[in-house]
């Protein structure tokens, strides 16, 4: 392995050359990402391409990791992270996520993970964008590689959107959209961004990573996006991610809107996937809701998505209601759909019930 340093302006490059690829940690102090950017382009591979990448913080589960097109909760298998190559290429702000002080969060330890940003440009002009945690496995396959160091939330989400409009591939569109709602909520342009792509007539899977965004970002216009998507598409993979997505909002009004299209809305598909989102909300409604639909909805699908909802309330909460549905319920698939939620629960009174129900 060769290893050459040298001054790179105000800042530092070092570049790790290997038998795959090149790695280049180029930090230039007191300068702009677009700046950064705009340099770091100047170094190519033979075709014209170069993987130029920075970091934003992000809060997230120690044991949570992140990369394009997957996210796993658990210990992965121990692999070399994009942290390893960039430690090795010599970056002082490398961060073993091991050793992270961690904060409660909601509940929940969380630790501070930089989340890394790759644009490839190819000839000059971005055809490329991934994201991952740098904990991550890194992909060697990369021939040139600059590290630009860290950014600021607020200058790496204005890139990102700006970079929305010069595209027309599909699958850079969609993971754009994606990169733009990992940032911090807080960003002023992220919602509005995100709100524009779910109303706009872009690809299918475009809109659903803006409904999947919107999810994260709590505030009335959010609500209001999301309820609409999900009252007005005719997509159903878009309607069923919006409706997911609403289901994530933590605010007020956004259990109610799920409740309201459980309850009301015209499509019957529409009201079985607002009736699997209701039931895995931990809301005081959550119960006379799924009741309300066992009893009175016209689509026996409906029900017998509000039966499984039962099932899957906290505490057995559902159990007293399954039981009197297995036991007296006029339509047989709703008994039969609650005699089967009954014998997949551990709950003592389900079983109980189940005993008197079969010597009957």
């Known amino acids: 392995m060769i290893v050459r340093a040298f001054a790179f302006l105000a800042g530092l490059a070092i570049l790790v050359a290997t038998a795959q690829a090149q790695v280049r940690v180029q930090l230039t102090r007191d300068s702009s990402l677009k700046e950064r950017l705009k340099l770091a382009t100047g170094t190519t591979d033979d075709e014209g391409r170069v993987w130029v990448g920075y970091a934003i913080r992000r809060l997230m589960e120690r044991n949570s990791y992140v990369s394009t097109g997957w996210m796993v909760n658990g210990r992965m298998r121990r692999t070399t992270t994009l942290e390893d190559v960039l430690a090795k290429a010599g970056d002082p702000e490398a961060m073993p996520t091991e050793h992270s002080d961690s904060r409660i969060l909601r509940g929940i330890e969380r630790v501070e993970k930089r989340l890394a940003i790759l644009v490839r440009y190819n000839e000059g002009d971005v055809d490329r964008v991934e994201f991952q945690t740098t904990d991550a496995t890194y992909d060697s396959s990369r021939t040139m590689f600059v590290w630009i160091g860290e950014a600021r939330d607020e200058e790496s989400a204005a890139f990102v959107v700006e970079l929305f409009d010069g595209q027309s591939d599909r699958k850079v569109l969609e993971h754009i959209v994606t990169v733009a709602a990992l940032h911090d909520d807080a960003v002023p342009v992220v919602g509005p961004f995100l709100r524009r792509v779910l109303a706009g007539a872009y ?158």
Not at 221 to 236: D, I, K, N, P, Q
């Open 203 to 360: 690809d299918g899977k475009v809109r659903r990573a803006a409904a999947y965004g919107l999810g994260g970002q709590p505030s009335r216009e959010s609500l209001v996006a999301l309820s609409s998507a999900a009252r007005t598409t005719t997509e159903e993979s878009l309607q069923r991610d919006a409706v997911w997505a609403l289901s994530q909002l933590d605010m007020p009004g956004a259990v109610d809107t799920l409740i309201a299209l459980a309850l009301e809305a015209p499509s019957s598909k529409l009201r079985r996937t607002a009736v699997m989102a209701v039931a895995q909300c931990a809301a005081e409604k959550t119960l006379e809701t799924l009741t309300n639909v066992v009893e009175n909805d016209p689509d026996t699908d409906v029900r017998r998505s509000a039966v499984w909802g039962l099932s899957q309330l906290r505490d057995g909460a559902g159990v007293p209601s399954l039981i009197a549905l297995a036991r007296s319920h006029p339509n047989p698939t709703v008994r039969k759909e609650a005699v089967h939620a009954l014998g997949q629960s551990k709950d003592e009174r389900a079983f109980q019930a189940l005993i008197e129900i079969v010597r009957k």
